[in-house]
């Protein structure tokens, strides 16, 4: 599943007229590096959520048979956030676990390595691609174990923090039995509550990565990808 329903509002005026998935860097769009970033590792049949200019998105992409994918729409009424996205998605998931991931981010992150594995124990619900901590974001989000399980940031691990990706293999059971389960709602507050149980397990990718925040990264990743800057770099 491909997060594509936000509005972008740090990204104006980019994104007064174009949804943010839809903004070009090195001649592509967000959404199309991504999806052909999850071809490469196999995956064909992708879901994709829209609302704030979704219709341009699925103007684009179509079926996705021009990139050699199956593509499938949730429309939302409103931007549902991401917890809510997946609960409305979840007659579309299935029963599986499934790849999530941002349109807004972008990395060399090989997604065949979330899916060379499957999650560790029966009590795992997710595994979340955690990075090293950018600029615009020194304190991180969560703490990785000696296990491999996340942590809340500060909770008695021995390494600092990490900085989510945007990126993890996720089940189902994870919003599926979320107690507080709701129309619109954050994936964050899923994510805690599942850490404190012990069921959120962390790789770190110490490759490329950007999270698309601003225009100022927009150009700085479209530089990189025309042959300048390392993207990886701080």
């Known amino acids: 599943m491909i997060l594509a329903a936000g509005e972008g509002r740090r990204m104006r005026p980019l994104t007064d007229n174009t949804p943010k998935p839809l903004l070009e860097v090195g001649g592509k769009s967000l959404i199309q590096h991504q999806i052909e970033r999850l071809k490469a590792a196999g995956i064909e049949d992708m879901l994709i959520n829209l609302a704030y200019l979704g219709e341009q998105i699925e103007a684009y992409l179509g079926d996705g048979s021009a990139l050699g994918v199956n593509l499938t729409y949730s429309t939302e009424p409103y931007p549902l956030e991401t917890g809510g996205a997946i609960s409305k998605a979840m007659d579309y998931l299935g029963a599986s676990s499934f790849i999530l991931a941002n349109a807004d981010v972008w990395s060399d992150f090989d997604y065949s390595n979330l899916l060379s594995q499957p999650l560790v124990s029966s009590n795992s619900l997710a595994r979340l691609v955690m990075v090293r901590n950018p600029g615009f974001h020194k304190t ?32 189902p059971a994870l919003i599926s039995e979320y107690p507080e389960r709701r129309e619109k709602f954050p994936l964050r507050e899923v994510f805690d509550r599942a850490i404190n149980r012990g069921q959120i397990e962390g ?11 601003t225009p100022e ?10 042959g300048g800057l390392d993207p990886s770099a701080p």
Do not use: K
């Open 217 to 226: 990264r927009l150009r700085e990743l479209d530089v990189f990808l025309l």
């Open 203 to 213: 790789v770190v990718h110490s490759g490329a990565w950007r999270d698309i925040g």
């Open 140 to 171: 991180g989000d969560f703490a990785l174990d000696r296990d491999g399980l996340l942590r809340l940031a500060g909770e008695g691990t021995d390494g600092g923090a990490y900085t989510y990706s945007g990126m993890a293999l996720m089940s």
